[in-house]
Structures are given as structure tokens and as C-alpha cells.
């Protein structure tokens, strides 16, 4: 194995594979990308699946609608084998107060700039035709995607992989990244269990785990672990008017569920947690969670639950990620902070970070990803997140 | 005619499918989890992680023991979410 790179990836979660890909596709393939553990056993893996254009801040929505451009055509732009799980039976966003409702006025405003089908569903009727067994008791207004929905986690995970390996990645799982080699102001590599590795880029994918590393050379990147949870029901028929029930989300009773392609149902609820790396599931969640959605879903009661899980949420102050130019080790780039949203934008971030990378023009600015906006309050504020 | 014997019974995956993602570079069990959703079923993996670890074992050579096993979730066994929604109205009142 070679022992030295052009870029070394720390990270392979879908952030971290996306970008080896999308350089690798730009021609810059000596790439070693390093995980820990298994290929979107991350974060990534644990997320609820979900990908949504609902947004309400022109960046957010705009990363959201050009990723899901991508996840639409995911195995032929990667020439993955496998079935990334693609189902758009769109997103159901309820609002709970008139607050709420007038911030969706707002929000379809964003969305209808950037050319996204979105809109208000009539609660006493049209409802229905979305979501057969509602219970609307409640509920203020609600509005819906149709290109909204879900996609498979692993698979758009290893379909990158499997792209990136295809144009000369090579790719070490089951490595710990111990520490990074900086010298004079400039990255030079990684120590990990498997040995060192040369390279004088490091782009620093390791989520939660990230600003630990970049503190290594000094950087101070605010982004903090938060552990949430989720459970998965056993297959059973489409619930939805046309296959799968779309995804029901309310943030006010911040709860999301859908029905995945496979008939199970993947669901989870916010709850206050401390800092932590926690990651154990606990029976509180179990329980408050099919409480607070069998109010809004009772169709669901019988459903049974086979599994539930957790994973880390990379919090950032202002809830959207962070791309950072170290100051301290030239060469090093930490990425993250996705704060719960990182599968569903990933796709569009990866094309941000690899343009930059090879000089190609980009409409978004990956400045304004900089931490420094904690300093000078250009904050990327989101108000629909839960 | 073997390779069609099912290992996960949940999930319908075959020994022969199991056989191709291993020659994919699928390694682990949470890997071959993941790819093929063998052990994602209503019996989470009861059966099937010990007839996947013991191919694993062959093909790599390394002894059972030593075969990484899957992270064990609760509830072990299928809960209706009526019945947990209940408990939680109960811890409620």
C-alpha cells in the first residue's frame, strides 16, 4: 500500500466519500480516504433517510434541490450497482401554531425562487390524499413535496465509494485516524493504527469527531456532539395514496416519520440532550416517540418496532455546516457541523469543496461557510430545522 | 442449487448473494447488514449472523470468536408502537 497521497479524506460517511468522488471524477484520484470503522457507520448510517427541498433559506434549499438533482440519478453518476434507495413520496410539513404557518408562507416564498413544487395542502380535504389516516386535530395549515422523500443512506454511501475506487481511490476502513502531521504551518499527514500516511491536503470529514482532530493544530471549529434516536417498524404494505406514506414532519411537535420503499417505517423525535458522544439507545425514547407520533399517525399503533438506534448530531451554533481553511496547518480543510441535515445536501457540498479545490467557478460562495461568520455575525440562519 | 438456501429468512437473502457482496469487499456483518439488509428483518439477525459469521470464518480464515459481531438493538423483540405509546401516556398522567 502506498504510504503517500495527494489528499488523504478523514472520514468515510457520505460528506467524506461524496468529496473523493467528485475529485476523483475532476482528475484528482491519488486519494486515500481513512474511516474508522465501516463505510457510513458513522453518522451517515444512522440518520433518518430522509431528503427534503422544504427549506427556508435560500442556501439551505438551494444545496437541498441540486443534491436531490443528483440522488435522482445517483448509479448511473456513479456507476454503482446497487439500488440507492430513491422514493420520492414527498414530505408532509404540518404547522402547528399561526406562527408556524405564517413562517411557511415565508418558506414557499424560498422555495418557489429556486423553482421548488412546493405548496399549502387544504386540511379538510386534500390532506387526506396525502396522508389517508391523519389525525389533523391541532393542526394549523400544512404543506407538501412531491419531490421530497427518502433515500438509502448506506447505498448512496457506497455508491460514491464505488465510484471514487472505480477512478483510483483506495479506501482504508477499520483505521483510526490518532493524529495529524503538521510542520512549519503546513499539513504533512496522518498517524493512524494501520501507520502514517503523506499529504499535503487533509480534508478533515470525521463529523462530530472533526474539531477534536483540527484541534490538533490549533483550530477552534464550535461544533458540538448531540446524540438523537431513532426506531425502524417491520414492513409492512404502502401506506401512502400511491406506495409508501410521505414523510410527516412537524417542528413544533418535532417529530418526523415515513415509510422507506421497504415497507418499513423510520421515525425519530428531537429530544434535549446534553454535549455528549453518547450514542445508547434508552426506553424513554422507545416510548415518547410512538406516544408523540401515534397522536398526530393512530393508523400506526399496530406497527410493531424491531430496532431502534442512535447517533451523533455535529451541532454548529448556527445549525448549518462548516468549511473551514485551517490558519494554523495550511492544507487542512475541516468539514462539518451539518447539524442533522448532512445526508441530504451532501451530493451538492462535495461539488462545492472539489470546484473550489480545482478552480472551477462555483454560484455559491464557500466563504460563507468559514467559521469566521460566528465572529462577524453573517450567520447562516434556518428557521425550519428540527 | 446450495446457494439458493436461504440465510436470512426475513429478508429473503440467499447464500448465493451472500457469497457476491463478500466478493463485492463487503467484510463485516455490519457491512453485509447494511448491503444486503440481512439481519434488518422482525428477528434481527437471530439467525442469520451466526450463519454469516460462520462463512466469514471460512473464507477469511480467522476463528468464529474472532468475528466482529453486530451491535445488539432493543427491543430485541417486536413491540407494537400502541403498546409503547400507551407506557408513555401512563408515565404521563
Known sequence: MKKAYDIIIVGGGIVGCSIAFEMAKRGHSNILLIERGYLSGGATGRCGAGIRQQWGSVLNATLAVESTHIFENLEEYTGYKGNCGLNQAGYLLIACTEKEWDQFQKNLEVQHQLGVDSYPVDLEKDVYKYVPFINTDGIYGATFCQKDGHADPFHCTFAYAYGARQLGVDILTYTEVLSLKAEGGKIKGVSTTKGDFEAPMVINCANAWAPGLAAQVGDEIPVFPERHQALVTEPVAPMGPNGPMPMVMSFHRKFYVQQSPHGSFIMGIAETEPVSFNIRSSWQFLEECCGVICDTLPALRGLRVVRQWAGLYDMSPDRNPIIEFSKNAEGLITICGFSGHGFMVAPRTAILVAKHLCNEQDDLDIKRFSADRYRTGELLLEPSVV | ?93
Open chain 2, 1 to 93: 442449487m446450495a446457494d439458493q438456501i436461504l440465510i436470512c429468512r426475513c429478508e429473503d437473502i440467499t447464500k448465493e448473494r451472500l457469497l457476491e457482496v463478500i466478493a463485492e469487499g463487503y467484510e463485516t456483518i455490519d457491512e453485509i447488514k447494511r448491503a444486503t439488509r440481512a439481519g434488518m428483518g422482525p428477528c434481527q439477525g437471530r439467525t442469520c449472523r451466526q450463519l454469516i459469521a460462520q462463512e466469514l470464518s471460512k473464507i477469511y480464515g480467522v476463528p468464529m470468536e474472532e468475528v466482529l459481531m453486530p451491535t445488539f438493538r432493543a427491543p430485541v423483540k417486536p413491540i407494537s408502537m400502541g403498546t409503547l405509546a400507551d407506557a408513555h401516556k401512563k408515565g404521563g398522567e
